[in-house]
């Protein structure tokens, strides 16, 4: 019954600085027809799925997160160029730490605190 996954949302503090990291970092593309949800927020593309980032107040704490995201609730995403983000991450000064089972694969966290990974595609 269940065919594919829709979309997944994050809770962020700001808006514009978490398009920073998602659209201008990473390159996702907003997807501009967000309905007006009485909160700020923005919609991402990515292939046929979305990210929704929700401007809104977050009940998980901000503190006393897993230091390797693997170890947290993430997010898992393909990239064509793990090393080319990689660089990019390290451009920007934003930790990461690579997969402990060896795939080609590493963790960060987006401004707000919210775990991803990206796996090597192919």
């Known amino acids: 019954m269940i065919t594919q996954l829709h979309h997944v949302s994050l809770l962020v503090r700001d808006t ?27 919609w991402l593309e990515l292939g046929g799925q979305q990210i929704h980032l929700l401007e809104l107040p977050s009940p998980d704490p901000a503190g006393g997160r897993p230091e ?17 983000l990689s660089q990019r991450l390290q ?15 590493l963790f960060c ?3 707000d605190g919210n775990a991803l990974e990206f796996i090597q595609q192919g």
Do not use: K, M
């Open 16 to 42: 514009a600085r978490s398009l920073a990291f998602y659209r201008d970092l990473l390159g996702l593309r907003v997807f501009e027809q967000r309905p007006p949800l009485g909160f700020p927020g923005a």
């Open 109 to 111: 966290r987006d401004p």
């Open 68 to 84: 390797h995201g693997g170890r947290d609730r993430h997010v898992a995403l393909l990239t064509d160029d793990l090393q080319g």
């Open 91 to 105: 451009g920007q000064g934003i930790p990461f730490t690579l997969s402990r089972s060896g795939r080609a694969a």
